[in-house]
């Protein structure tokens, strides 16, 4: 690990490929829209309810 400072986040890289697993075993996707020097935008497509085939918007971040 770096102690210098210069990074805020460390980590293993593996927390987005784990969510997008969970929501395509969901029958959802995500969807990432990126412009660099402004940052992402994350959304999550759910099903909501046990007989809706298509996805749901459930929630769009931008980080």
Do not use: R
């Not at 995500?30 to 085939?53: A, E, I, R, Y």
């Amino acid at each position: 690990m770096d102690n210098s400072g210069d990074q805020l986040f460390e980590g293993l890289g593996l927390g987005l490929a784990i969510t997008k697993q969970v929501i395509e075993q969901h029958k959802g996707h995500l969807d990432v829209v990126s412009t660099p020097g402004k940052g992402s935008t994350f959304t999550m497509w759910l099903n909501v309810g046990k007989d809706n085939d298509e996805p749901h918007k459930e929630s769009g971040t931008t980080v």
